[in-house]
């Protein structure tokens, strides 16, 4: 039974913290929390049962399908209403308005569209095997969900260090200043970031979808949530800390679930977000910002 | 004559009241705006208050006023309970921490038996009248008006437009900050206490997210600049969508363009001060002419 | 009055203040400067309590001030302005001066909303007293304007009587006249000097070489983070190493 949970409880992390790596991406770059990282993870997942019930895509493609939809949300998002208050000095809040206005509208167009009801990937999508792996009994559509979170985390990390634009993004993230200095073309570096962290984001959202197999318009807002602890439980803008904390927090959930009360799930990424920020706000791995004079 | 007045006002006056609802929680977020700090947990906020202020009158028979002014108190004390660990942090925690706020006040309102769950609480007597929330809105409009012109208004000011220089001026922020918070948390509570006592029925569907987003629309369409600004925002985005029913479910999205378009161009939303003294002008040249 | 005792600063690794020393004796103009980038504002920003040094401290009158939050070391008798102005925009005149006011004030909440006449009379008094600090820098005509309507060098003089609205003991000064024509630098200087009179010590970041040594009784010279000389005017301007690393070739004769 433990062992059981041990399954789950890795799942659940994966999403999470490939859901988190986008969302804290975008605030070491950026500096910006975007609220419509949720709509986003919930617009892969859409994109993602299309492939699949409509065009019969395989589990690589609908993958792909997902990743593309979402990227290009997250381009629009930055082209339209992100990058614009980057050109003028805005109040700090600004762009996080923007963000929770881009939220409203995806969210509540594709509620027009697809109403509230519960969908669900074919039933056969992926065949119910399991497996017996060092003791724990792992289905396969969680090993498959494991096996891709690791795998995107692990091009990403190669992206970030091995490449030329991942070398920018980093730049970037560190001083966009002295990047620019650099001859770093900062404006497509930021745009990048959103385009790939928010691809990330609809990738959580269409293995979540798999995971659970259900796919709603509500779905954005409690992963919304749970990315806000997550990050803010691993240091925001650190990309260590956003796969920690997803751990944490898939860890946390799954077992209060199995051994206290599923009634208070929902509650539980809050628990830990408030206690986190009472004892060390700087989350596990995070420096604490400094103020300029 | 009177008859059309009689049958106007059973239609609208529901609608009526939400604009002075509506109205009150727009000065909520705006206290908080005011200083430079964004809550999204206003919403949950209305929700304890109307809770508590129901559940007073209902269970307790505690008279109006004393509800109302519970369901005040107790959401203020949470908000003192939230900001004092968030507040010292910079300005994007408050936001963080308030979102999943609305979330948690929905799971315990849930799962308690006093609030009746997913059901809702039915049947909450109906004593909310006209007087109560012009009453309330005044005390309001006046505090916000002694608050702009004395020492705290412009210390809130200040730490707005630039923390760090507050800072130096021996202004210790999160102080205010946490007030602040807490006051506009108090705000919210009453209104929901209000709203509570006049639409009979309430359930923890009305205090999450959406709502939340709603009231910051109020405040930031309307302009955070003057007590006015949100007063017109909120006034203006309760009758409107009655004209956009027609919309249905896209309806949502207005918010969400309005609150795009507000923020790109905009950025002082549509009262600010300098509304007045372009108004002034306006009619000096008109008589001029 | 204000001691610093072998700060050191690091920003991720980059060292930029390396055990720095130095005492600002009371009464006195303390003049900091250094090329570009050397790490004086950042010795400003260490002692107003903006950023916490790597190692070493602060104290003032005794008085260990290393680490405290700003608004506590402001309550102290610090007070500064700062490099890129940072005047309250939105606000007039009159009410930035009253926000560096701010612990002069103390009626409470309950008299602001019933208007009582405690309010109303602080109110009174100490807004003739925020003209009187207006006056000291001439922006008293301009009192009811929005900050932002100033000029630069307007702008720079209303944060000085911020400043001073704080009741300092001490008021660090950074670079103030930056993006001034030399009239209006000499003007400023003269107020400094002026201020300096009535019993404020200041210490000062200035990049002007005649600036500093034409009123400055004690100077340091901080170079790539490091405090490389000290001294009277006299000293400084016969100091090679002085010469060598900040002033390059420019000319010294002030
Ligand atoms: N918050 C910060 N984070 C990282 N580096 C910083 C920070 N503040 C200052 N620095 C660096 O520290 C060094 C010293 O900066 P500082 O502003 O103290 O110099 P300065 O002597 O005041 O220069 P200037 O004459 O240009 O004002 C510079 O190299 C600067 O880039
Ligand atoms: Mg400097």
């Excluded at chain 2, 109006?64 to 108190?73: H, K, N, T, Y």
């Excluded at chain 3, 920003?45 to 070391?73: A, C, H, M, Q």
């Excluded at chain 3, 402001?74 to 930035?96: A, K, P």
């Amino acid at each position: 039974m433990f062992l059981q949970q041990i399954a789950n409880a890795l799942a659940l992390s994966a999403v999470y913290s490939l859901f988190a790596i986008g969302f804290t991406l975008i605030f070491g770059v950026l500096e910006v929390i975007t609220l419509a990282h949720g709509a986003v993870f919930m617009m892969g997942a859409f994109a993602g049962l299309i492939a699949v019930t409509k065009f019969n895509a395989g589990l690589a493609s609908t993958l792909l399908v997902s990743m593309i939809v979402s990227g290009l949300a997250g381009y629009l998002i930055d082209l339209i209403a992100v990058g614009p208050l980057r050109k003028r000095k805005f109040h700090h809040l600004a762009p996080m308005i923007a963000t929770i206005g881009c939220a409203t509208i995806i969210t509540s167009t594709y509620q027009g569209i697809f109403g509230a009801e519960a969908y669900r990937f074919p039933f056969d999508f992926v065949p119910s095997t399991s497996y017996d792996i060092v003791g724990i009994q792992l289905t396969l559509l969680q090993l498959i969900i494991i096996g891709i979170s690791l795998f995107l985390m692990v091009v990403l990390i190669f992206f970030l260090n091995k490449t030329r634009w991942g070398k920018a993004v980093r730049a970037v993230a560190e001083n966009p200043r002295t990047a620019a200095l650099l001859g770093i073309p900062v404006e497509q570096v930021f745009r990048l970031t959103m385009s790939i962290s928010s691809a990330f984001g609809g990738a959580a959202g269409v293995l979540t979808g798999l995971n659970f197999n259900t796919i709603h318009t509500f779905m954005g807002g409690p992963i919304l949530h749970r990315g806000i602890a997550v990050i803010i439980l691993g240091g925001m803008g650190d990309i260590r800390g956003a796969m920690a904390g997803g751990l944490i927090l898939g860890f946390s959930e799954i077992l209060s679930v199995a051994y206290i009360s599923s009634d208070f799930r929902d509650a539980i990424s809050f628990g830990l977000l408030f206690l986190i920020l009472l004892v060390r706000p700087s989350g596990i791995f995070g420096k604490v910002i400094e103020r300029k004079g | 004559m009177p008859e059309l007045i009689t049958s106007f006002w059973q239609t609208y006056n529901t609608l009526f009241y939400t604009v002075f609802v509506h109205g009150m929680l727009a000065l909520s977020i705006y206290i908080t705006l005011s200083c430079g700090q964004l809550s999204l947990g206003n919403a949950a906020f209305m929700g304890i208050g109307a809770y508590t202020a129901a559940l007073l009158t209902m269970k307790a028979g505690a008279p109006f006023g004393i509800s109302l002014i519970a369901g005040g108190f107790l959401p203020a004390v949470v908000a003192l309970i939230i900001g004092i660990p968030t507040l010292r942090l910079s300005g994007v925690y408050l936001a963080m921490a308030t979102l999943g706020f609305g979330e948690v006040v929905r799971v315990v309102i849930l799962n308690m038996e006093i609030t009746g769950g997913s059901l809702g609480l039915n049947g909450v007597p109906l004593k909310t009248e006209l007087w109560h929330l012009i009453l309330v809105m005044g005390i309001l409009i006046y505090f916000f008006i002694k608050l702009r012109n004395s020492r705290f208004g412009r210390i809130l000011e200040a730490i707005n437009e630039d923390e760090v220089a507050a800072s130096v001026m021996g202004i210790r922020a999160t102080y205010y900050k946490v007030w602040a918070f807490a006051i506009g948390a108090f705000i919210a509570g009453v209104a929901g206490g209000l709203n509570a006592h006049f639409t009979f029925f309430i359930s923890p569907r009305e205090y999450g997210f959406e709502p939340a987003v709603d009231i910051l629309t109020f405040a930031v369409l309307g302009g955070t600049r003057t007590l006015w600004g949100p007063l017109a925002g909120s006034t203006i985005l309760t009758i409107l969508p009655e004209l956009f029913r027609f919309l249905g479910p896209y309806r949502l999205a207005l918010n969400g363009i309005i609150l795009v378009l507000v923020v790109l161009y905009l950025p002082n939303g549509i009262v600010n001060r300098d509304t007045f003294t372009n108004l002034k002008r306006f009619f000096k040249k008109e008589e001029n002419a | 009055m204000l001691k610093g005792e072998h700060i050191t600063k690091d920003f991720g690794g980059l060292r930029v203040l390396g055990d720095v020393s130095f005492e600002v004796k009371e009464g006195l103009i303390f003049g900091l400067i250094g090329p570009n980038g050397a790490g004086k504002t950042t010795v400003f920003n260490i002692i107003s309590g903006l950023l916490k040094p790597t190692s070493g401290r602060v104290t003032f009158d005794g008085r260990d001030i290393t680490n405290r939050p700003p608004y506590e070391i402001t309550g102290y008798g610090i007070s500064r302005t700062f490099q890129n102005i940072r005047v309250f925009r939105e606000m007039t005149l009159l009410e930035n001066v009253l926000v560096g006011m701010h612990r002069l004030f103390s009626y409470s909440a309950f008299s602001m909303f019933f208007d009582l006449p405690k309010k109303r009379s602080e109110e009174k008094d100490l807004r003739e007293k925020a003209f009187e600090i207006l006056s000291i820098v001439r922006l008293t005509e301009k009192a009811d304007l929005k900050a932002e309507s100033l000029s630069y060098g307007e702008q720079r003089k209303l944060e000085l009587a911020r400043a001073l609205a704080t009741e300092p003991k001490l008021l660090l000064i950074d670079e103030p006249a930056a993006g001034m024509n030399p009239a209006e630098t000499e003007e400023l200087m003269e107020e400094i000097v002026h201020i300096n009179g009535k019993g404020y010590t200041i210490c000062l970041i200035e990049h002007d070489m005649k600036v500093v040594m034409g009123i400055c009784s004690h100077i340091a010279v901080l170079n790539f983070g490091e405090l490389i000389a000290e001294g009277s005017p006299d000293d400084i301007k016969a100091n090679p190493e002085v010469i060598e690393a900040y002033l390059g070739k420019e000319e010294l004769s002030a």
